[in-house]
């Protein structure tokens, strides 16, 4: 079935630093991609939807400046957390809708973020 | 707008005992019904899904259908096991083709 590649899996950074999260569609080709945060004990809340070539649609109350995506090609987006502190620290996923037809959803594996 | 509910957890059952996580939704017209599963530390998995009433998705011994009369798409198992402990997500897709998420029940198995 379809795959969703979503890298890495967790990582740890400092304070001020900037973190980047890939996510790939592995056997498809994928317009749109979407970018989830979880925290814990909770739903997922949807940020950014990330379309192929064009600027990503930010969900209210989040901050593109922080939060930037880029969908550069059919196979991949990318979400990078700049000048991370403590309160952006939690789980990111990403899942990427078919070329081929609106449904379902495929979802990478996420990626824990913490930052000290 | 549409929206997801979904039973409150954390639900504890011993195992191999009979399993239903209720989820009923409103929505306009008639949206896909999705099940997600996602086990400690991993992203989120379909579980099963129905896209129009009546219809009955399965897979891994769990059921959930969709009924239209009662907007609703209860998951169920007949025997769960040590391993279906998980957070099980109940979704739809509305008319954009976005996921509006019910909040998650936590479900643990006890052996």
């Known amino acids: 079935g379809a795959v969703v590649s979503q890298h890495p899996s967790w990582v740890i950074c400092k304070s001020g630093t900037s973190v980047k999260i890939e996510c790939r569609s592995l056997?498809?080709?994928?317009?749109?991609m979407f970018w989830y945060r979880q925290f814990p004990k909770q739903s997922l809340m949807l940020m950014a939807t990330?379309?192929?070539?064009?600027?990503?649609?930010?969900e209210q109350g989040v901050e593109k400046d922080k939060f930037l995506i880029n969908h550069a090609s059919l196979t991949l987006s990318t979400l990078t957390v700049t000048s991370a502190h403590p309160e952006d620290s939690s789980f990111y996923i990403c899942?990427?809708?078919?070329?081929?037809?609106?449904?379902?959803?495929?979802f990478g594996n996420g990626t824990r973020l913490t930052v000290t | 707008g549409d929206s997801v509910t979904q039973m409150e957890g954390p639900v504890t059952l011993s195992e191999e005992a009979f399993l239903t996580i209720n989820c009923t939704y409103t929505?306009?017209?008639?949206?896909?019904l999705f099940w997600y599963v996602q086990y400690p530390g991993e992203g989120l998995q379909l579980l099963l899904k129905?896209?129009?009433a009546d219809d009955k998705g399965s897979n891994k011994g769990f059921e959930a259908t969709y009924r239209k009369e009662t907007t609703s798409f209860h998951l169920e198992k007949g025997s769960v096991q040590v391993s279906d402990s998980a957070v099980y997500f109940c979704?739809?897709?509305?008319?954009?083709?976005?996921?509006?998420w019910g909040a998650g029940t936590k479900l643990i198995i006890k052996p």
């Open positions: 990330s379309n192929e070539g064009s600027k990503a649609t930010y």
């Open positions: 979704a739809l897709v509305d008319s954009n083709y976005q996921l509006i």
């Open positions: 056997d498809f080709q994928a317009t749109t």
């Open positions: 929505a306009t017209g008639y949206p896909s």
């Open positions: 129905a896209t129009k």
């Open positions: 899942s990427a809708r078919d070329l081929q037809g609106g449904e379902p959803l495929h």
